[in-house]
């Protein structure tokens, strides 16, 4: 009863799924970009992490599928929901939009340090879900041919997992203890690099 009246229930402003929170991050991008290009005013931390929270959606597993229910007696079983063409569209514009940020400052500055840090901290969350993601698209791939790759992949999955949360648990540790090694330091910084990374690699395989 509860799930037929949520089909029946409309769209916020009847307007087609998903254009709310895609004009919503789209908004959010969009200032976030304009005040890096102005310069000379500092990006405030509220709005990177808005804008982090608009990439954990559109690039992050809801994005990628909404997962199948579990058949029940009764209930038959709903398959897998695609991306939608909306999702694919705004994750287009936010690359885009990415890149050309990139590209503009690094035109000026071809080094890491010609890139603004509210950027590049973004850039890191956005760079540790596609590398993240590629690999799990080489490791599962293949995976299906025969059961060397399928052991081969869960290998991939167990080791990656364990590097993971190997890592965020020291990263974490040092964090709260105020570790100061070099060793520390350098893996607080990739500890979003960490984290994304991981996060899209469960996109596929999952």
């Known amino acids: 009863m509860a799930e037929d009246l949520a089909a029946r229930i409309r769209e916020p402003l009847r307007l087609p799924h998903g254009s709310v929170r895609g004009t919503i991050g789209l908004i959010v991008t969009g200032t976030y970009a304009y005040l890096l290009l102005r310069g000379g005013a500092e990006v405030p931390p509220i709005l990177i992490n808005s804008v982090v929270v608009v990439i ?3 690039f992050g597993t809801r994005a990628a599928t909404t997962p199948p229910t579990v058949a029940t007696p009764g209930r038959p079983l709903v ?3 695609p991306t939608t063409r909306h999702t694919k569209i705004v994750r287009g514009i936010l690359l885009l939009a990415f890149g050309g ?34 690999v799990s698209w080489l490791v599962h791939r ?11 992949a869960t ?16 990263t974490c540790f040092a964090l709260a203890t105020g570790e100061t090694t070099i060793f520390a330091d350098r893996v607080v910084d990739a500890l979003s690099l960490v984290v994304t990374f991981y996060f899209g690699s469960r996109v596929i395989g999952r």
Not at 155 to 170: E, H, K, N, P, S
């Open 56 to 58: 954990a959606f559109y």
């Open 79 to 81: 398959p897998a929901t």
């Open 101 to 134: 940020l990139a590209g503009w400052f690094l035109r000026a500055n071809p080094t890491v340090q010609g890139i603004p840090p509210a950027l590049l901290a973004v850039l890191e969350v956005l760079g540790g879900y596609g590398s993240g993601l590629i």
């Open 142 to 152: 293949r995976a299906h041919e025969n059961i060397v790759r399928k052991r081969f």
């Open 155 to 170: 290998l991939a999955r167990d080791l990656i997992a364990i590097g993971a949360l190997a890592l965020t648990a020291y």
